[in-house]
Structures are given as structure tokens and as C-alpha cells.
């Protein structure tokens, strides 16, 4: 699954910017009484250091699930540009906290027992193929070996929207099935900017202990650095925040991503 951002969702102009104004304006008319509360427990104009950051929405009211921790950047680069795409791969430290469904592309044998062994929910080939074909899609990750693939490609109009295509830039086109399942399973997080230039993934659960949420989002943190196109001008990462699913945003303070 490759996670990208939520353009126009609260606290971001239809540019894409984080804005306290439209942060203020979505929560008056969206959310309840637990997400007005969160906002009376800090100063959302604030910058924090990323610690404090988590420490603070760890405070918040809590919900009723183990909520998602996202972490979001707002990137200045122009993905209409295939120079300035970004995208990669982040494994982290202490795992997503979600169970991934894997399904494996390849035909009968070394590569299938493989997967299998590795803890891959669904491996096959002819008849996983058409399971998809006829609109299956009940899986977080797809693993193809590269033989598989010319039939795989067949399934891009089903796969491609929803961030399930297997690629060979991320791993997961590859005839080592077994490290592939292995590194998605311990927490391995494909991440992709969107057409606005925002990007946003998953750093942990709301449940996990504040220094595992730091250290997975230094990771993450690092991955995003690391995906900088190499034709860049200007500012890369223009502003960063943290959240929970059903939470209000903490920014961070540039330091943390420069």
C-alpha cells in the first residue's frame, strides 16, 4: 500500500499549505466535542520539537480505537514533473502496528514456497490473477517475482489507483519473495507524494510508547530526506505535523525535517 496525502483535508488550503485558519474553520464545522477538547490542550500555532510533539498528542482525548499516527510534510516540489517525483520505502524501527496482508504473484516453486514460508497470506499465479481480475483486492501489499510481472501488468487499472502495483524501485518486484514479506511484515512503509506536493504515512499507534513513535518518525523523517530529487531548487520539506486519525495536527518545528 502506498500511503499519500490528503490534500484539502483539515488544516490544508486547496494548495495544500497547513493553515491554522482552515484548521480552526473545519474543526467549528466537522468535528466533535473529543477533537475540541485535543485543540484546548496546545497552541496550534505553535512549532514543536518533534518529543514534545508526541508527548502532546499522546494528552489528547482518546477514542475508542487504537488510532493510526500519521506524520505529514508539505513538499516543495511539482510531482507534474516526473524529476520531482518522490517516492520510497521506510522501515520502521517498531513496525506500523497494522496487520499487512500479503499477496505473492509467482508461479509454482521456489520463490511460492518461499513467500509462503515468510508468512505471505495469499500465493499463487494463474488463478490469483484472475481472482483480481474479477475485482479481489482484499490485500495491503503485492509481491511479484519478475516473471510474474508480464502478466501482473495486465492487472494496472485495478491495482494502480489503489497503490497495490508491485515495483521493482520499492522492493517488491524482486525472486527473493521471502526477504520482501519479511520486511513488509516488520514494518516496512511504502510512501508517495501526491499531485498537490503533500506527503503523509503512517509512524506507529497511539498506543505505542512515545520513544518507539520518536524513533519511528526520525526514521521516516530521514526516508522522506533521503527521496529529495536530485533537480530540487528551493525549499524541500516547506512544513511537517503530526496527528492521530481523528485528532488535530501538531506542527513541527523545522529543525526536526531540515
Known amino acids: 500500500m502506498i500511503w499519500t496525502a490528503r490534500p484539502n483535508g483539515p488544516g490544508r488550503s486547496e494548495a495544500g499549505e497547513f493553515t491554522l485558519a482552515s484548521t480552526a474553520h473545519h474543526m467549528a464545522k466537522k468535528h466533535g466535542k473529543r477533537y475540541r477538547k485535543a485543540l484546548e490542550t496546545f497552541d496550534p500555532k505553535r512549532l514543536y520539537p518533534l518529543e514534545e ?60 514456497d518461499a513467500a509462503k514460508e515468510a508468512g505471505a497470506e495469499y500465493v499463487g499465479f494463474e488463478e490469483l490473477i484472475q481472482k483480481v481480475k474479477d475485482g479481489w483486492t482484499d490485500f495491503d501489499v503485492a509481491v511479484a517475482t519478475p516473471e510474474a510481472m508480464s502478466e501482473v501488468r495486465k492487472l494496472g487499472r485495478i491495482l494502480g ?26 514494518g516496512r512503509v511504502e510512501f508517495k507524494v501526491d499531485r498537490t506536493g503533500n506527503l503523509h504515512m503512517p509512524m506507529g499507534k497511539a498506543s505505542f510508547p512515545a520513544q518507539h513513535l520518536v524513533e519511528n518518525a526520525r526514521a521516516v523523517i530521514d526516508a522522506v530526506k533521503r527521496a529529495k530529487p536530485q533537480t530540487l531548487r528551493g525549499k524541500y520539506i516547506r512544513s511537517g505535523a503530526i496527528s492521530c486519525s481523528m485528532s488535530p495536527s501538531v506542527r513541527l518545528q523545522p529543525k526536526e525535517y531540515e
Open 53 to 112: 510533539a508526541v508527548e502532546t498528542l499522546r494528552k489528547f482525548p482518546k477514542a475508542k480505537f487504537d488510532e493510526t499516527v500519521e506524520i505529514a510534510f508539505r513538499l516543495g516540489v511539482d510531482p507534474r514533473h516526473s524529476d520531482q517525483m518522490v517516492r520510497g520505502t521506510v522501515a520502521l524501527p517498531h513496525g506500523s502496528g497494522k496487520q499487512i496482508r500479503v499477496v505473492v504473484f509467482a508461479k509454482a516453486g521456489t520463490a511460492a
Open 161 to 186: 489507483p489503489r497503490g497495490l502495483m508491485p515495483n521493482p524501485k520499492v522492493g517488491t518486484v524482486t525472486n527473493d519473495t521471502a526477504k520482501a514479506v519479511q520486511e513488509v511484515k516488520a
